[in-house]
């Protein structure tokens, strides 16, 4: 089975961001076969060529690692930029550095993203295989959330969000649109509900209820699929290993 060369190099855990594979691609240090290759795009069947990195020859892990984690607040699901180090961001990679080795760590990602504010349910993986399959909207996973909003939730906010919601985008001239898919809500007070989606266009709870005229005040994931936060016992910024057949009996 053939793989493309810049999947292959964010899979073997020698890289650190995709940034730095497209540089050690452009600046011919990749060879495949001990020939330079500068095409990120270029396939190859990995069981029959021999990749190599400055005289290092890489391969792909045999094993895949799986985790949650109950994210807290003021985390980002990303590694850190040089500007975002100094403004005293933190990454939730952190959270796992000092007790994975460097191979492991090095290939984490996460399956979606939650932004900086929203905490709660969160799985971190070395499997991009399983992120491409539960992040794809055409799987319909449904992700459950607690909302929390400054005002009362209306019965009319109810109403469009459970038939969709218009959502505008305004980036500087342009201006993006798309209706929400129909969700699932139901109120635990006045003002906080679950809400559930089987979709996670960015910040999209927010923007559901910014457009409807009420803004939220926080945002916590229970749940991916039947996959339930509570149902494990980690406390925010704790994370558990779990193996890839609870992930597809829960998510699918």
């Known amino acids: 089975m053939k793989i493309r060369l810049h999947q292959f190099l964010s899979k073997c855990g020698e890289f650190t961001s995709k940034k730095e594979i497209k540089e050690a691609i452009w600046n011919g240090e ?3 076969n001990n020939s330079i290759v500068k095409d990120i795009k270029f396939e190859f069947n990995s069981n029959t060529k021999v990749v190599s990195y400055n005289g290092k020859i ?11 984690i109950n994210k807290p607040k003021g985390y980002i699901c990303s590694r850190l930029s ?11 990679f952190e959270i796992f550095k000092k007790n994975l080795n460097e191979n492991i760590f090095r290939r984490l990602i996460t399956v979606g993203r939650l932004d900086e504010d929203t905490t ?3 799985i971190v993986t070395t499997d991009g295989k399983i992120v491409d399959e539960i992040s794809n909207p055409e799987s319909h996973i449904s992700k459950k959330y607690l909302v929390k909003t400054e005002l009362e939730i209306t019965m009319e906010e109810i109403l469009a969000i459970k038939k969709g919601v218009k959502i505008q985008i305004f980036d500087e001239d342009k201006i993006e649109q798309y209706i929400s ?26 923007r559901m ?13 229970l749940a991916i699929g039947n996959l339930v936060l509570s149902d494990f016992d980690i406390m925010s910024g704790e994370y558990h290993e779990i193996i890839l057949d609870l992930i597809l009996e829960k998510c699918f």
């Open 30 to 32: 990749i060879l495949v």
């Open 58 to 68: 890489l391969k792909l892990p045999e094993k895949n690692y799986y985790f949650i």
């Open 82 to 92: 040089e500007q975002e180090k100094e403004l005293g961001k933190k990454s939730i």
């Open 120 to 122: 709660g349910l969160l």
């Open 181 to 206: 898919r129909p969700a699932q809500i139901d109120l635990e007070g006045s003002n906080t509900a679950i809400l559930t989606i089987d979709e996670g266009k960015k910040r999209q709870i927010r």
């Open 209 to 221: 209820f910014d457009s409807l005229g009420n803004h939220v005040v926080s945002i916590h994931r």
